[in-house]
C-alpha cells in the first residue's frame, strides 16, 4: 500500500473533495524506489483506464522526471471536485491502491487556474 502525503500540509486532500464548483486540475506525484518505476507505470496505467470510464474524467497526462528520476506526476482535468471524488471512493480503485510498489509515497492535490492579466487566462 502506498503512503499518502498531503502536497500542502496546510489543506488536505479531504477538504478538497468537499469543494463542489467547477472544473479542476488534479496533481499528483509520485515517488517510488528507482526499482519500482517499471511497476508504477504498470500500475498507473490500469488505474488511469479505470478513471477514463468514470464520468468527469476529462483527460489525463502522466510525468516522468528526466535524468533517471522515479519521480512521477500525473496532470489530470476532471469537470469538478464532486466527479473525482466520486472517482477517488469508488471501491475498484481503492482496491487497486495495493498493487503500488512498496515505498511508494503519493501526494495528490487539487487546483484551478488561475487568470493573470497579460499571461495567461482562467
Request: charged share 15%; glycine share 8%.
Given at each position: 500500500?502506498?503512503?499518502?502525503?498531503?502536497?500542502?500540509?496546510?489543506?488536505?486532500?479531504?477538504?478538497?473533495?468537499?469543494?463542489?464548483?467547477?472544473?479542476?486540475?488534479?496533481?499528483?506525484?509520485?515517488?517510488?524506489?528507482?526499482?519500482?518505476?517499471?511497476?508504477?507505470?504498470?500500475?498507473?496505467?490500469?488505474?488511469?483506464?479505470?478513471?477514463?470510464?468514470?464520468?468527469?474524467?476529462?483527460?489525463?497526462?502522466?510525468?516522468?522526471?528526466?535524468?533517471?528520476?522515479?519521480?512521477?506526476?500525473?496532470?489530470?482535468v476532471w469537470q469538478s471536485a464532486a466527479h473525482f471524488r466520486a472517482a477517488f471512493?469508488?471501491?475498484?480503485?481503492?482496491?487497486?491502491?495495493?498493487?503500488y510498489p512498496d515505498g511508494t509515497t503519493i501526494s495528490p492535490h487539487l487546483f484551478?487556474?488561475?487568470?493573470?492579466?497579460?499571461?495567461?487566462?482562467?
Amino acid at each position: 500500500m502506498p503512503t499518502f502525503a498531503e502536497m500542502n500540509p496546510a489543506v488536505s486532500l479531504a477538504s478538497q473533495l468537499e469543494d463542489e464548483g467547477g472544473p479542476v486540475i488534479l496533481i499528483n506525484t509520485f515517488v517510488v524506489p528507482p526499482e519500482g518505476a517499471d511497476k508504477l507505470l504498470e500500475v498507473w496505467t490500469n488505474d488511469a483506464a479505470l478513471m477514463k470510464r468514470q464520468p468527469g474524467l476529462i483527460s489525463t497526462q502522466l510525468h516522468r522526471g528526466i535524468a533517471g528520476s522515479s519521480t512521477f506526476l500525473n496532470y489530470a482535468v476532471w469537470q469538478s471536485a464532486a466527479h473525482f471524488r466520486a472517482a477517488f471512493s469508488n471501491p475498484e480503485f481503492k482496491a487497486q491502491l495495493g498493487a503500488y510498489p512498496d515505498g511508494t509515497t503519493i501526494s495528490p492535490h487539487l487546483f484551478r487556474k488561475v487568470e493573470v492579466p497579460g499571461i495567461c487566462v482562467a
